[in-house]
């Protein structure tokens, strides 16, 4: 055994030049997120969109040109651009004269347009991308390795995070602006808020039939109301309230009568209603506090037999998905440990949250790309 540890299998030379390969790939994937942030903060998706976007490529010089960029720089975008293509943010067409157009996830980074139909909604990302690639971001997690290294306080005292450790408070909480920097606060809810508002289309597309019996729905964590305001728009006979902080109330529209906006703490009380939505909430969230604001949620709904539920919208680890969509969920799941107190779950982990939470029951009703539609009845 001893000797066994002081030896190793060497691959053969087809594995050793492809690990070597696949170390490149992992150790400067750093590279593709920076390519990507330097992409939407000098505006390619954008441009590329009004040069032509899809129907009609836009060459490199014209490319340039729209970004008032140097032409001593156009080789270095040429590369920029060769990764981008090749990771599938952008698609080109020509091998010489490169022509370049949008992809589905460049859309996405188009800013100033609408959606070119009534029934989908164009939802900007560029804050998610900005604020997933901020030296915040980047700091908290170049500490992994010494958070790692420090033992957890004991129970009940929560687990800080990387980023709480790096920055001094967590990520959201009322400190953060005076502690880190009043701009990355700003910015970071702003890719919640654009996160979170991405697919509620097709969430109701695809998944009405969970509202048509529905009367009353209380959004939890639902900021700006942009979620329950689709709901209202699609069901006029819900009436929709929205929950949230008091900070976050207070930037809310105006009360049109659509929607009812109250400021309080869903770990303390959630508006009664006979369904309560929580979309991309409990990701954020260690076991026992998500066991506690189901707990809420539970007293605010009737029984199941009076057609009371929660409605849980969030991730589900799939490996049945592929390799691409697993890769996809677990790297969220790194980004809640790195920078929240949360994680993305499983269905046995889901399982044990909701009846912990004291529930009977519960069915997934629809799965939705990387997330899953639950309904959970008390």
């Not at 492809?18 to 990507?36: G, I, K, V």
């Not at 032409?71 to 090749?86: D, E, T």
């Not at 980023?163 to 009043?182: Q, R, S, V």
Request: charge should be negative; hydrophobic fraction near 50%; charged fraction near 20%.
């Amino acid at each position: 055994m001893a000797g066994q540890a002081n030896t190793i299998q060497v691959p053969t030379d087809a594995e050793l030049l492809q690990a070597q390969a696949d170390l490149w790939r992992h150790s400067f994937s750093y590279l593709t997120a920076m390519a990507l942030r330097c992409a939407v903060k000098l505006g390619i998706p954008t441009a590329i969109h009004r040069l032509g976007g899809e129907e009609a490529a836009a060459s490199l010089p014209d490319l340039m040109a729209a970004l008032s960029l140097p032409a001593s720089k156009q080789p270095f975008v040429s590369r920029l651009m060769r990764l981008l293509v090749a990771v599938g943010v952008f698609a080109a067409d020509g091998v010489a004269d490169k022509r370049y157009r949008l992809t589905p996830l460049s859309r996405i980074l188009v800013d100033g347009v609408a959606a070119a139909d009534d029934h989908h909604h164009h939802v900007l990302q560029t804050p998610f991308v900005l604020t997933a690639t901020s030296r915040q971001y980047v700091e908290a997690a170049l500490g992994l390795d010494e958070w790692l290294r420090k033992d957890a306080p004991q129970a009940p005292a929560p687990v800080p995070s990387p980023f709480e450790d790096a920055h001094g408070a967590p990520l959201f909480d009322e400190a953060t602006a005076a502690a880190i920097d009043p701009e990355f606060a700003a910015a970071a809810d702003d890719a919640l808020a654009a996160h979170d508002s991405l697919g509620i289309g097709a969430v109701l597309r695809e998944c009405g039939d969970l509202l048509r019996g529905v009367a009353s729905l209380t959004d939890c964590a639902g900021g700006d109301g942009a979620t329950a305001r689709a709901i209202a728009a699609a069901f006029p006979h819900i009436k929709c309230t929205v929950l949230d902080l008091p900070k976050v109330i207070d930037k809310a529209p105006v009360d049109d009568g659509v929607v009812n906006y109250v400021a309080g703490d869903l770990f303390h009380a959630v508006p009664p209603a006979q369904a309560v939505l929580l979309k991309l909430v409990l990701h954020f969230w260690s076991d026992d506090d998500c066991v506690k604001i189901l707990s809420q949620c539970k007293k605010a709904i009737p029984s199941r037999k009076e057609g009371g539920k929660v409605i849980v919208i969030d991730i589900l680890i799939e490996p049945s998905l592929g390799p691409a969509m697993l890769e996809a969920q677990l790297l969220m799941d790194m980004a809640m440990m790195v920078n929240t107190r949360g994680r993305q779950r499983d269905e046995s982990e889901w399982r044990d949250l909701f009846f912990r939470a004291g529930f009977s029951d519960y069915k997934i009703a629809k799965k939705l790309g990387a997330r899953a539609v639950f309904e959970v009845y008390p």
